[in-house]
């Protein structure tokens, strides 16, 4: 997809996808900052699912956006749009009950707070997951270039990989102060699991938009040399 | 010059100073509590305290008291004007009650708050664990003394008073013939104890609703009990409505918080009027409301009482019986100070007792001459003030002696315990060979000279400071000289030994980890960091299901990586077009990466390694009952399609890397959902301690049946699990074990069975005890055997020149597998037996391959072997099967122990050990292999497993938590040693099942099958030292760590409900490793 641009479009792809990061890094500070223990309907700490849902289509929108400015079409084009979008909801749906499956053994309550726990899945599987479905499609070999290999070509797969690792990391994160014995309202299942997620994804955007900008700035060297 | 010392020897004084350097630090910090046995007597016969008075004959005294104890009863409850018990404030109001508000001592748990409600002392710590073997109250007591004083009691409660005092009441449920008890007022003493408060306080906390109606009810009850009292003109009575521990704002109890800790009195009574407002509220200490009681009733003082009599009570009393009764307190206490302090009558405060009561004698001469006068009066009011200050001082003297820590002696600990880690840390870091031992240089031992007399000079400069003369370490008699000189000595070889390792030269810097091992080595440490803060400490269970969990999804990424890999390389191969290479580069970096126990195999196995690539990324399991192994796929594939029409079942599983990445992860999984059931099984903990589990369910009497099912159900599985590889002789002995299980179970009454439960349950555990015994002598006998035969190969075998001990081809090495741990002992035997016979060469048998490249023949059993081994023509290479037959016994131990876990724990925890045991099986068969871990690493993982085990079981790092029932399963009597070995073995029985394990393990990694006996030995030599390295490490840092903490933390508020408990924990916990490490150090010579 890149392969045929030249430098110079390539240059202002990266430019793109730095801007869009930054903005929506910009933005979910913003969202997560102003309502926290303000007791309104965003507030995580008061109002967990609703936030919750708020969140995922946030991260859902941000996602779609910075993949939209860049590639203008979805992966995968060939088959008709009915056919791979079942093919996408499938997938996702999948990932999902692999995510409330992990995050019940990880010793998440099994009888209670289950709607809680749905919905931490389906955040850290939009957070996690879905940046790579954007940018890999249902494509295992893309996947495996990206994660395992580790190696993330051009603007938007920057992104996916940071921010999908940092989510993760963050969710995991989360979890560590839900033992202390300080008696908060976030320390409640799953509050500080999505709250390490958010934070995470966040830090995602922030750090890929470092890489993007290391590269952009090798790439306007070479230029000049 | 200079001289080498092993590293076996290293070690081993390790283990013994990081055993002297824990019990140290702990003798420091609890502090023994000197009691007095026996119970207080009437009239004082003894005349071995200094000063008598005469007792006086008539001492009046309350005929009825019921004390009405509710629990979790905050002061603001009943003493705040706005409080819901309206009639205990009308009565305030009318001056008929005194009300104090009273300080309990932390912790403000029930148990240890009724101790010091009848016995008046403070509980230590320590305390608690001593008076593990009795769950009776042995220690002088107010119920005691009433009994003894012909007293009848009536009670209402819940179980702990009844434990605390068997036989001690005649009646244990008043409550619902409450009204007829107060019609016939035939008791003198009534305890109603009410939860009901303290529930709804854990339920909602002190501002719920349900409070109030509860309140009001308590209320009522005070209200009936006191108008029945009325009614009785003639006798005097009274009522003393109390708290035993406060309630926090959020609902719990156990801190120090002044919620949680200031409860309130009410002393009611009928005989009281016109007590004034002015003289409520007084405040007083929980423990003196025993002595106050025990005045009020005429009875004795108990003996440990640390507490003093509440004057203001004593309203009616004449002013000779108020002084009687302080001088019979401060006796009392002189007595206790007397006990404590060696030195006692040099004390300021022993020396106003003496004039207390010189001035006492004379004042009742002068009452008894002169009778009553104002002078008389100021004189008696001037003495009980002496009496009080006596009790005051000498009190506080003895509860600060309780509190005080030997700081010499913990600061000398923390030191050696640092000293143990910095020099194995060290000695970790340089990876010096382990075959040469330590070189210990001219320079250290120079500097040793040195440090002697130094270290010798401080010594004897803080012993003779005055600040630390009390310290043990300080003690002038033989055993203290001993360990003095003990401790000095390991000071002194610790820092020689770690100054040897620095000035050894670097042996290697192998850059060899990636981040999946290491991650293993981040965990241990992040553990250690969360024991600094206490509700971590209170919930490790947490932390290590958290751990095992990561590690173990961390394991499944790596499966899926190396799947990947293996697939971007296979695709590369096929296209080998110059867009891949860069991939292909990256991918092969990748690989060198991956390989964590490379150093170990490649090292040792003698094979070549140039295909080292491929095998990590489908290494062979190391179990015996599985490899695979060839070159390229070719013939690999080959290969399966021969062995898969012989034996399609066992070997299609392993054959075709592809399915055996699936059985990985399907291992892995189940491994998860287990450790996700048995963490439901028991909850511990703190914070959601009391959250429903499985294992409370079961419990249930109602659910004796599903109990039973359980247990059966676990122990088929346990059978079918550990059975598989067994003779017919030895599947008959565990199924009588488990049968014997079954029945001592069903005898106790936990479990149904078509027979009613006899009297005598321990002849079904000694039978269980001796088919242990019994399964372990035999494998024992059969090794030995084996062991001798193999002596005799050996030493034929090495007449044959050393280059046949080579491999000549890879491919023509035969190898041995035998699915049958046990038979194939005996198949080896007849096999090798009838080889000399005929071929009259020595023929390598190998018992088990690994990592050797080249075709491989298995042969699954007997059948199959004999007609095998007439095939080779040129003489071939014997490795004697050493390997396989301790592995083969070591599995016996594993099973031993199984089956002694299901027989000490609790029936619900059969299910614990069947899991575990299931768990176990699927990390050998199918983790272990995708692991690639090198020995340290391995040892680490199984500690994981183990402490997670730990929590499993139901423990937590709580003493209540503790199992007292599985020290007497099979005895009769008490015998201290017997039972303590019993619950230490049983507390640990989940750490002690992964060691078992670890061992087992490292065993099968080590056993190299292309070499001979005695490299094999040195091999294991290695390894096991690795393994006691690794756990030298991982006791000393957690220990080192957590001593400084505690050393820090000694006055935090929690020091006695989570760090103590911890501490003991973690030095049991260091005792189990300690002697295991010794028993492998020593085995493996």
């Given at each position: 997809m890149t392969a045929d641009k030249t430098p110079h479009s390539a240059r202002k792809v990266l430019k793109r996808t730095l801007t869009w990061s930054l903005f929506c890094s910009l933005a979910s500070l913003i969202l997560l900052l102003i309502p926290f223990n303000s007791g309104t309907i965003l507030d995580l700490v008061s109002n967990c699912l609703v936030a919750t849902k708020m969140w995922i289509s946030v991260i859902l929108i941000q996602i779609f956006f910075i993949c939209k400015s860049v590639t203008h079409s979805m992966p995968g084009k060939q088959q008709s749009k009915v056919g791979c979008l079942l093919k996408y909801v499938a997938v996702f749906l999948a990932i999902v009950t692999f995510f409330c499956v992990i995050t019940i053994l990880f010793g998440a309550p099994l009888t209670e707070s289950r709607a809680e726990t749905f919905h931490f899945a389906v955040l850290l599987s939009v957070a996690g997951t879905f940046p790579g479905l954007m940018t890999c499609g249902v494509n295992l070999?893309?996947?495996?270039?990206?994660?395992?290999?580790?190696s993330p070509e051009y603007g938007v797969e920057v992104v996916a990989y940071w921010t999908s690792?940092?989510?993760?990391?963050?969710?995991?994160?989360?979890?560590?102060?839900?033992?202390?014995?300080?008696?908060?309202?976030?320390?409640?299942?799953?509050?500080?699991?999505?709250?390490?997620?958010?934070g995470g994804y966040i830090?995602?955007?922030?750090?890929?938009?470092?890489?993007?900008?290391?590269?952009?700035?090798?790439?306007?060297r070479q230029k000049h040399l | 010059m200079g001289f080498t010392l092993s590293?076996?020897?290293?070690?081993?004084?390790?283990?013994?100073?990081?055993?002297i350097g824990i019990a140290t630090f702990m003798k420091g910090f609890f502090p023994l509590k000197r009691h007095l046995?026996?119970?207080?007597?009437?009239?004082?016969?003894?005349?071995?305290?200094t000063i008598k008075l005469k007792l006086i004959s008539q001492i009046t005294h309350y005929d009825k008291i019921v004390i009405v104890l509710i629990d979790a009863l905050r002061a603001d409850f009943v003493l705040n004007h706005s409080t819901p018990m309206k009639y205990v404030q009308t009565m305030m109001d009318r001056g008929k009650t005194l009300s104090y508000i009273v300080k309990a001592n932390p912790p403000t748990v029930t148990l240890p708050r009724i101790k010091a409600l009848t016995t008046g002392s403070i509980p230590g710590f320590i305390d608690v664990v001593m008076n593990f073997d009795s769950a009776a109250l042995m220690e002088d007591n107010i119920i005691t003394q009433m009994k003894r004083a012909g007293k009848r009691i009536l009670f209402y409660g819940d179980d702990t008073w009844i434990t605390l005092f068997p036989n001690h009441f005649v009646d244990h449920n008043v409550s619902r013939h409450l009204n007829f008890e107060l019609q016939r007022l035939d008791w003198d003493v009534m305890i109603l104890h009410y939860l009901g408060l303290d529930h709804i306080g854990h339920l909602a906390g002190p501002k719920s609703p349900l409070v109030k109606p509860k309140l009001q009810e308590m209320d009522d009850v005070i209200q009936k009990i006191y108008n029945a009292l009325e009614k009785e003109t003639t006798i005097s009575s009274l009522i003393l409505i109390c708290g035993d521990h406060g309630m926090s704002d959020q609902g719990s109890h156990g801190g120090a918080s002044v919620s949680e800790v200031t409860v309130p009195a009410v002393f009611l009574s009928p005989s009281f009027s016109n007590i004034p407002e002015s003289s409520q509220g007084e405040i007083i200490q929980q423990i003196d409301l025993p002595p106050t009681l025990s005045v009020l009733l005429g009875i004795p003082i108990p003996k440990n009482n640390l507490g003093s009599v509440v004057t203001s009570t004593l309203i009616g009393y004449s002013k000779e019986e108020v002084l009687w009764f302080l001088y019979s307190n401060a006796e009392q206490i002189v007595k206790l100070f007397e006990a404590n302090f060696e030195n006692y009558d040099t004390d300021g405060s022993f020396e106003m007792y003496r004039l207390a009561v010189q001035e006492h004698s004379d004042w009742l001469d002068v009452m008894k001459s002169h009778g009553d006068s104002p002078v008389v009066d100021e004189k008696s009011r001037s003495i009980a003030y002496r009496y009080k200050l006596v009790i005051q001082s000498m009190t506080a003297r003895i509860s600060s002696s309780l509190t005080m820590y030997d700081m010499y002696s913990m600061i000398t600990a923390v030191i050696l315990l640092w000293l143990v880690l910095i020099k194995s840390s060290l000695a970790k870091v340089k990876r010096l060979p382990r075959n040469e031992g330590l070189q210990i240089s001219r320079h250290s031992v120079s500097l040793m000279m040195v440090s002697i007399p130094l270290v010798g000079f401080c010594h004897v400069t803080v012993c003779t400071s005055h600040f630390h003369?009390?310290?043990?370490?300080?003690?002038?008699?033989?055993?203290?000289?001993?360990?003095?000189?003990?401790?000095?000595?390991?000071?002194?070889?610790?820092?020689?030994?770690?100054?040897?390792?620095?000035?050894?030269?670097?042996?290697?810097?192998?850059?060899?980890k990636n981040s999946f091992c290491w991650s293993l080595f981040i965990g241990t440490v992040c553990h250690t960091l969360s024991l600094l803060s206490s509700s971590f400490v209170e919930e490790e269970h947490q932390t290590w299901y958290f751990l095992t969990m990561t590690f173990h999804i961390l394991l499944l990424a790596k499966i899926f990586t190396t799947k990947m890999l293996q697939k971007a390389k296979r695709s590369a191969n096929e296209t080998s077009g110059e867009e891949n290479t860069e991939n292909y580069s990256k991918l092969s970096q990748h690989e060198s990466h991956d390989n964590c126990s490379s150093y170990f195999h490649q090292e040792n196995s003698g094979v070549n390694f140039h295909e080292r690539k491929f095998q990590t990324c489908h290494k062979p399991s190391p179990d015996i009952r599985q490899f695979v192994n060839s070159p390229n796929e070719k013939e690999e594939k080959k290969y399966d399609e021969k062995e898969r029409k012989k034996d399609d079942s066992l070997h299609s599983k392993y054959a075709d890397p592809l399915c055996s990445t699936w059985n990985a992860v399907l291992g892995v999984l189940a491994v998860l959902i287990l450790s996700r059931a048995l963490r439901s099984l028991n909850q511990t903990g703190n914070k959601w301690l009391d959250r429903p589990d499985v294992g409370d369910w079961l419990t249930k009497p109602e659910n004796k049946v599903w109990l039973s099912v359980t247990v059966i159900i676990s122990l088929v599985t346990l059978l079918a699990s550990i059975c598989g590889v067994l003779s017919w002789l030895d599947r008959t002995l565990l199924l009588i074990g488990c049968f014997g299980v079954y029945r001592y179970r069903a005898n106790t009454g936990d479990l149904i069975f078509f027979e009613t439960p006899s009297s005598k349950a321990s002849t079904e555990a000694w039978l269980v005890y001796a088919v242990i015994f019994i399964y372990f002598i035999k494998s024992l006998k059969s090794s030995f055997k084996l062991s001798s035969m193999i002596s005799s190969l050996t030493s034929v075998g090495s007449?044959?020149?050393?280059?046949?001990?080579?491999?000549?081809?890879?491919?023509?090495?035969?190898?041995?597998?035998?699915?049958?741990?046990?038979?194939?002992i005996q198949s080896v035997e007849n096999i090798s037996s009838l080889q000399l016979q005929s071929t009259q060469q020595p023929i390598l048998v190998t018992s088990?391959?690994?990592?050797?490249?080249?075709?491989?023949?298995?042969?699954?059993?007997?059948?199959?072997?004999?007609?095998?081994f007439r095939i080779p023509e040129s003489p071939q290479i014997l490795v004697a099967p050493c390997s396989q037959q301790n592995t083969g016994s070591l599995q016996v131990i594993h099973n031993c122990w199984i089956l002694l876990m299901t027989l000490l724990m609790r029936p619900h925890n059969v299910a614990f050990v069947a899991m575990v045991t299931v768990q176990e099986i699927l990390v050998e068969r199918y983790l272990l292999g995708h692991m690639t871990l090198s020995t340290s690493y391995l040892t680490l993982y199984c500690l994981w497993m183990g402490e997670a085990s730990f929590f499993y079981q139901g423990n937590s790092n709580s003493i209540s938590t503790v199992d007292v029932s599985a020290g007497y399963v099979g005895l009769m009597v008490y015998q201290p040693v017997l039972v303590g070995m019993l619950l230490s073995l049983a507390t640990y029985a989940g750490p002690i099942f992964w060691l078992l394990a670890l061992v087992k393990y490292v065993h099968a990694q080590a056993s190299c099958p292309t070499a001979s006996l005695q490299e094999n030995k040195a091999r294991f030599g290695k390894e096991f030292t690795k393994v006691v390295h690794t756990l030298i490490l991982t006791r000393a840092l957690p220990l080192a760590a957590y001593t400084v903490l505690v050393t820090a933390q000694r006055y935090h508020l929690f020091v006695w409900t989570v760090f103590s408990p911890k501490l003991l924990y973690e030095g049991m916990f260091t005792v189990v490793i300690v002697v295991f490490s010794l028993v492998v150090l020593l085995i493996c010579q």
């Open positions: 070999d893309e996947w495996s270039r990206l994660y395992v290999l580790s690792l940092c989510s993760i990391f963050g969710a995991w994160l989360g979890a560590f102060p839900i033992p202390l014995d300080w008696d908060r309202p976030w320390q409640v299942w799953p509050i500080s699991c999505v709250l390490g997620t958010l830090i995602g955007l922030i750090l890929s938009s470092v890489h993007l900008f290391i590269k952009y700035y090798k790439m306007a | 590293w076996r020897c290293i070690f081993i004084i390790d283990l013994v100073f990081i055993l046995p026996g119970y207080a007597e009437a009239g004082n016969e003894d005349n071995s305290s003369a009390e310290s043990f370490l300080c003690g002038a008699s033989q055993g203290s000289i001993l360990l003095q000189l003990t401790i000095f000595v390991g000071l002194i070889f610790q820092v020689v030994v770690s100054l040897s390792i620095v000035l050894c030269s670097f042996h290697k810097l192998g850059a060899k007449k044959t020149p050393p280059s046949q001990f080579s491999i000549q081809s890879p491919d023509k090495l035969h190898c041995l597998h035998s699915h049958c741990k046990l038979d194939c088990l391959s690994l990592q050797n490249s080249g075709t491989l023949h298995t042969l699954q059993d007997h059948g199959r072997l004999q007609p095998k």
